[in-house]
DNA sequence: ATTACTAAAAGACGAGTAA
DNA sequence: TTTACTCGTCTTTTAGTAA
């Protein structure tokens, strides 16, 4: 949990470029800790894949596995997406059509839904609505990016690709849509999912028409 | 020390421009703890003045303090440092010459001193190297920027003036230059400070050429 | 529903110490 | 000097519960 801020600090002094010598001394002034949490921090990011470490009199060299490098990149990113985020509030109209119920079968996967929790702080409807976007949908639905990452994974020998997820709002339903990273997925189909059945709280049916808000 | 975690991600739910209603259970699902902790972390973070919150039926509406986006600016300009700093060392040269004895007077206030094993790692040695830089050097030093920021103060009725840091090194001792804010301060001398006593150690004496390097 | 208290469990910390 | 172990203490967490 807080190794991420050790693992930053060791990126400050240099360990993000090449190896850098420290003893859990030198380090343990840096973030104002003991030398005995030092080496313990030390073992936890090791243990993690986060660093590489290589003993040497006086000290050890110590660097940035690119997972550490990876892991203070999505840091960095979340922070970009806090102060260099323009408010550009993006509104996707498109009419309700039924999908091919796939939607309802990856929604219910555990491997999706697990980060599903994490990224929106809800555990979505095991269903996604499908929107059929209008033209100007289209084109906005392009332009998204800033999205939060959600990572494929392996699963009884299937590989489940990832993709990207926006919160976003459905009249005053809180959501999200998803935006799966298939390359051939049919550009003018918005999937948004949400904490409840949307076609039921609602009473939405094929044909209406609605507007997402990013 | 974790509390800037929950900060963080209270900014990603909008907390930065707008107060966001949460209850503690939402937010507990967004950090993966349980709702005690939530409670906690809010009282901890309204209490080191970083949000502010008011009540609601069903929740409460949280927003981020002016200190708390401070801090979390801070730790955004970290990142910037570790991802966006161009290889540039700058190396700056000049003659060591005496100073006024105000660099030992400054380096032996508390208020400076714990700034610098904090950003430093080190507890300088309580006096500065002054170098009076070459033609170069005072052009180098102008474009000097990205340096770490130290705080000015007030301390028995006194103000001490802030300044930036630059982790430096002069041949193989590692140090830093410290750059005072004070306006009219003269733009051909460095002052270069170091956990040992630069003269002593390395023999130096007023008009050796010495090269800083940053 | 909430929030936040208490109490017990879990985890992190630094002093002491061995290698 | 180092690193990293054990161990006692302090801190943080969650479960249970009251308001």
Chains 1, 2 share one sequence.
Do not use: W
Request: proline letters at 5%.
């Amino acid at each position: 949990m807080v190794d991420v801020l050790a693992l930053k600090k060791l990126a400050l002094l240099g360990a993000i470029h090449a190896p850098v010598k420290l003893s859990t001394l030198d380090f343990a002034k840096h973030i104002q800790a003991s030398p005995q949490t030092v080496s313990r921090r030390f073992q936890s990011l090791e243990r993690k894949g986060l660093i590489l470490r290589r003993h040497m009199p006086g000290g050890q060299m110590v660097s940035l596995t690119q997972k550490g490098v990876d892991l203070l990149k999505k840091e960095f990113s979340e922070y970009r997406q806090i102060f260099e985020f323009k408010a550009k509030p993006c509104r996707l109209k498109g009419r309700v059509i039924t999908g091919l119920g796939e939607g309802q079968y990856y929604m219910s996967l555990d491997g999706y839904v697990k980060q599903f929790v994490k990224i929106l702080g809800f555990r979505p409807f095991p269903g996604t609505l499908n929107i059929k976007l209008d033209e100007d949908g289209i084109i906005e639905r392009r332009k998204l990016n800033g999205g939060i990452a959600l990572h494929g994974f392996k699963s009884h020998q299937r590989t489940y690709g990832g993709g990207h997820v926006y919160p976003a709002r459905l009249g005053r339903i809180k959501g999200a849509v998803v935006i799966p990273e298939r390359t051939h997925y049919p550009a003018d189909v918005l999937e948004f999912i949400a904490p409840i059945n949307l076609r039921e709280k609602l009473g939405l049916k094929d044909g209406d028409v609605v507007e997402v808000r990013i």
